[in-house]
């Protein structure tokens, strides 16, 4: 698995951005012609390149266009989970707004623009580009750019000029941080700054990347609020009730437990809703909302328990992989790390199991790492409780595994 890496700007301190512009243009018109180009682009650049080209996107084509405007736009905003940190994004780069030409962006976690801020000359520019409430900023939409390039790497990224996929933007550059939601793990949106190319400083990516971590870090201190809240619903209703019991707020995160596996966090069935479901770790439970949340009671073995098939679905055909696990009680989806993810299709892939050297020589390309395997093993079954077996790892005789990835992987 490649390591995160840190914010990377496109223009280094020092260099002339204009020369580095003109040097690009030469490469990118060498490349769209299938021409030997001058120098290789960004690795993050080239990459992103290829997976454009492929999904069609017209390097010619013009401006993007508002997809959602109106009462849809306002329903975007409030189901982002982004509406809570737009004040603390737009403050946080006020100060890169002062030159009157650069506009602040946020934009949603499929790259739709939500939230807009500059100066009228600034506004307008971005108005004849398309950077609009409303618009698309995808990498399928509009091509290489800060947003959806960002959306897709999961890092902070600055695009120059010329590292843009359509032509049409070759005179701007951005940088674009994604923002995740510390409860989920999952990147709910982007900051980005744009302005013209001529604007390009290295440090601006770096600031966007800053500003980013602490709205998480806000959302993250709201979160904590919400399952004190929880905590204080549930303390009654966990003091009236004998045996184990537990609350869990809407992601899974568990408030308060009585007599029960200790967990951080169980992955609850879509929809928190009244009945019985199969949790992992805990098995088949009696879940009864509660306001952000569910109290959550295991069910007696043997009691009204019939055994149900169990499919489990591996989505890797994006960025954040998907695991979706359905029974008769219910489904769940989970969203692991791309270490897990590299797990979960090997033991898609190989049924019959693999021991704890063969994980190691997979992932690591080192039969030697078993203590790491294992520790990452451990997590996945407490996780994925009836779903993995152990010794060796694999999935459960019962489950039926689907995988989906993408064409070129192997």
Known sequence: MTPVRGPEPAVSAG????????????VYDATMAGEKAPARPREVVGDSWRRVRERGVDPDCGAASATV????LEAHRRSSGLDVVVDRLTAGVETLLDDGETVAIIADRDGTILWREGAPVAIGRADGLGFVPGANWAEDAVGTNAIGTALVTRRAVQIFSAEHYVRSHHQWTCAGAPIRDPATGRVIGVLDVSGPARTAHPATVALVDAVSRLAES?????HRRRLDRLRRVA?????????????????????????MSPADRIPLPEGVRAGRH?????????????PGG??????????DDPASATTVHLDLRSSTATVR????HGQWVHHPSPRHADV???????????????LAAHLFADRSRVVTVRAEMSRLRRMFGGVLEARPYRFADDVDVTLAVDQNSS
């Open 325 to 328: 696990i359905g029974t008769t």
């Open 69 to 72: 405007d109106g009462p849809t």
């Open 278 to 290: 199969r949790l992992p770790v805990w098995g088949l439970c009696e879940v009864d909302p509660l």
């Open 235 to 259: 303390a009654p209703l966990l003091a009236g009730r004998a045996g184990p019991v537990a609350a869990l707020d809407t992601d899974g995160w568990v408030a308060a437990v009585d007599a």
């Open 218 to 222: 806000e959302l993250r201190e709201q």
């Open 15 to 26: 260099e002339d951005p204009r020369h580095y512009a003109r040097l690009l243009a030469a």
């Open 344 to 358: 979960l299709c090997l033991l898609a892939r190989h049924r019959d199991g693999l021991s704890a050297a063969d």
């Open 294 to 303: 569910g109290l959550v009671r295991p069910v007696p073995h043997g009691i």
